[in-house]
């Protein structure tokens, strides 16, 4: 391209054009001056990024570009933001074509225009014999990844599970299906005897492979209505933020069965480089994002991953842990812990907080009648006496990194929902989220080595929470610990 004897932009692809910051700097303000010149509206930038868009490719629709807040943050706010279009070439060529458009179709270049535009118009000119090619924009931006018919019937049927809630036909783990599929077992805290629901027993090591599993059951019905669509065979590729137990539970489930690799969010600040580098050795694309500075929504976990158009599976709206119970096997193998006429004490870590509401969901929709599952197998009035204790963390600075989060509204809506709750007599009064601290958790260490229990701080949450309070907890109750687990690779995939 230094070669001043030929066009240093003929043939180019979007992906051969280095988008520097300074280039990109050039494009944001010349972009935003040109617009405040000439009224340019945000709809109407979008329009011409279209016509350049249809031009590229005529089979891509409206999703595959940014969307409208995108494009306005990125045309009228001054201020460096982090959902812009910054690193997204392809949506960086279009937004220069649509500015060649807009530029050559008035006389702005003679009428003094300001050194942003002036530094602009000196980028088209670099550029003025720029063609967009027919380049990877549909694998990048239209949020799928394209298979034969062969590959997704495949897939389809390497996702074999049940159709029923039948115990005696369980569907998880995938390779050794079983109910329960961890176990509960005894150690000794002080003078009393507890019980562990031990979920580290899961294939990576944690609750979360359940979650996962219901996402892998998802992904079936997407191939299915991909396969009866017909070609391009398209699907979506799934976007999430995560603290890494999630992520890598299902990264192991879709990498197994040849379906999209996950695309991941995770803390800048909390989120260790040995995390990282274990998922993107999986094949999961990971973004390190600053999670404190604003709640993201969907489309703005989807934006940041460039995976516009693709599938949010995050679980954080507040109405998810009510509407899908992604835990329901776990909860009801920690109900049949339950003894006949004994209170039960239910302690767990709360982090997005789906498993404490989806114990809460299933206690209720079994005492109103709405259902009783096949899966509960002790008696109806054994659910009367059950208290459930969430133990969470509000330290910024917390060593227990897989429950903070400064944006947490599932969190919010269990605590809101615990009064009717507690009211309606499906919980115990006593239950509740309680907040630990890092000293806490340690304190609970040391009975979790001594008993082999593989754990990670985060995970012994609950622990922590009974040894804190357990001098309220009569000596005759029972009490059941579940320790979510740690990360763990496997020798195989499941």
């Not at 500015?99 to 535009?117: F, G, W």
């Not at 980028?123 to 549909?138: A, D, Q, V």
């Not at 990498?255 to 260790?272: C, E, F, N, Y």
Request: hydrophobic share 35%; charged share 25%; glycine share 4%.
């Amino acid at each position: 391209m230094n070669n001043e004897n030929s066009s240093p932009s003929e043939n180019l692809s979007s992906s051969e054009l280095h988008w520097s910051d300074e280039n990109y700097r050039i494009l944001r303000n010349g972009v935003q001056a040109v617009c405040l010149a000439l009224d340019v509206t945000t709809s109407s930038f979008l329009k011409e990024m279209r016509k350049i868009q249809l031009q590229t490719n005529p089979t891509l629709t409206k999703s595959n570009l940014p969307d409208q807040k995108t494009i306005q943050r990125f045309l009228f706010n001054k201020e460096s933001h982090p959902n812009t279009l910054f690193r997204k070439p392809e949506h960086l060529f279009l937004a220069l074509e649509a500015c060649r458009i807009i530029i050559d179709s008035t006389d702005i270049k003679n009428s003094a225009p300001d050194q942003d535009i002036l530094n602009l118009i000196g980028m088209l000119k670099r550029y003025s014999s720029f063609k967009l090619k027919k380049t990877s924009i549909t694998k990048i931006d239209n949020g799928k990844k394209f298979y034969s018919r062969e590959e997704l019937e495949k897939i389809r049927n390497a996702i074999v599970a049940p159709q029923t809630d039948d115990p005696d036909y369980p569907e998880f783990p995938p390779h050794s299906p079983r109910f329960p599929a961890t176990p509960t077992y005894p150690i000794d805290v002080g003078d009393r005897k507890i019980y562990i629901k031990d979920e580290s027993f899961n294939p990576t090591g944690s609750h979360k492979d359940r979650w996962a599993w219901e996402m892998l059951l998802q992904y079936k019905q997407i191939v299915a209505e991909a396969i009866a669509k017909g070609p391009p065979y398209g699907v979506q590729i799934s976007s999430m933020i995560s603290a890494g137990s999630a992520a890598l539970a299902a990264q192991m489930l879709f990498r197994a069965r040849g379906l999209p690799s996950l695309k991941v969010i995770m803390d800048q600040t909390r989120t260790s480089q040995s995390i990282v580098k274990l998922l993107e050795s999986l094949g999961a694309e990971v973004k390190l994002h600053d999670l404190d500075a604003r709640e993201l929504t969907k489309d703005d976990v989807l934006e940041i991953t460039d995976n516009i158009g693709g599938r949010e599976i995050t679980s954080r709206s507040s109405d998810a842990p009510y509407e899908s119970t992604f835990y329901d096997w776990l909860v009801y193998e920690i109900l049949n812990e339950v003894e006949p006429g004994t209170p039960t004490h239910i302690f767990l870590p709360v982090g997005s907080g789906d498993l404490f509401s989806n114990i809460a969901y299933i206690l209720r929709k079994e005492k109103n009648g709405e259902v009783h599952d096949p899966r509960l197998q002790i008696s109806m009035k054994d659910l009367d006496k059950i208290y459930v204790y969430g133990a969470t963390t509000e330290e910024e600075k917390t060593n227990m990194v897989k429950l903070y989060a400064k944006y947490r509204p599932s969190l919010e809506r269990i605590k809101d929902e615990l009064v009717s709750f507690k009211y309606d007599k499906i919980i115990g009064d006593k239950s509740g989220i309680f907040y630990i601290t890092d000293e806490d958790a340690k304190n609970a260490r040391q009975y979790a080595q001594h008993n082999n229990i593989r754990h990670e701080l985060s995970s012994l949450a609950g622990l922590a929470l009974f040894i804190k309070i357990q001098n309220d907890i009569p000596l005759k109750d029972k009490v059941i610990v579940v320790n979510t687990g740690w990360m763990h690779v496997p020798p195989f995939t499941s």
